[in-house]
């Protein structure tokens, strides 16, 4: 099935820095969603965005809604190592619509 | 707000067995819970949409007869693998959708054996 485009696979930060991660579509979403996903464990909503251009905040994390509608980014500011995870995005075309979610990215922050 | 509580964290069973798994949206009505699969260093693999009081939708390639589920109620789902085989095991989540926010279970860990 479709897919989101994340990437790079794996991300390798040093405590104390910020990252961006970028996720895009060929299609169109009305909803963009950020998720953490830690081992053994289900995943965890991060941001929820439902208007083009959106720009939200959730403390160290600020993601934002593409204007055309076909990408979103998610910015950890002064990564901590408990920020180590999978980062996943997904995109829904209506409320309570089946989500498509990309491949995930791992992040690991060095001390 | 919004918490839903999967059950069994995690189960092991014999093949040729079946294995129940629960999932309860915990402080909200959710008309429409879907089901994962998870395998490892991979996305999440839907495979199934559930709508309270009519029959789930599975996704191309899910057999419905052998993952069977059930929405009885507008706060329950159940996913019931049947006749498991070692082939089956796997991590798998639920994930309850309201007003246009979906909140996932923490996950059941299978292993056939």
């Not at chain 1, 934002?64 to 990564?79: E, P, V, Y």
């Not at chain 2, 699969?37 to 559930?50: D, E, G, I, V």
């Amino acid at each position: 099935g479709q897919q989101l485009n994340q990437s790079p696979q794996s991300m390798f930060i040093q405590e104390g820095e910020d990252v961006s991660m970028n996720c895009t579509s060929s299609s169109i979403f009305n909803t963009w969603l950020w998720y953490k996903q830690d081992p053994g464990e289900g995943p965890v909503l991060l941001i929820a965005l439902y208007k083009a251009g959106e720009l939200t905040s959730n403390g160290r994390l600020t993601a934002q809604f593409g204007i055309t509608r076909k990408d979103s980014f998610l910015n950890i500011s002064a990564s901590i190592p408990s920020d180590v995870g999978i980062y996943f995005c997904a995109g829904s075309t209506g409320a309570n619509s089946k989500l498509t979610f990309g491949k995930g990215i791992t992040l690991s922050v060095r001390p | 707000g919004a918490v839903v509580s999967q059950h069994p964290s995690r189960v092991i069973c014999k093949s040729g067995t079946s294995v129940k798994i629960e999932c309860r949206s915990l402080d909200f009505q959710a008309t429409t819970m879907f089901w994962y699969r998870q395998f490892p260093k991979q996305s999440l693999m839907l495979m199934a949409t559930s709508n309270e009081g009519s029959k789930a939708t599975y996704e191309q390639g899910v057999e419905k007869d052998k993952f069977l589920i059930n929405h009885a109620s507008l706060t329950l789902s159940t996913l019931t693998v049947t006749s498991a085989h070692p082939e089956d095991s796997s991590f798998y989540i639920c994930s309850a959708g309201t007003g246009g926010r979906y909140t996932f279970g923490s996950g059941t860990r299978l292993t056939v054996v």
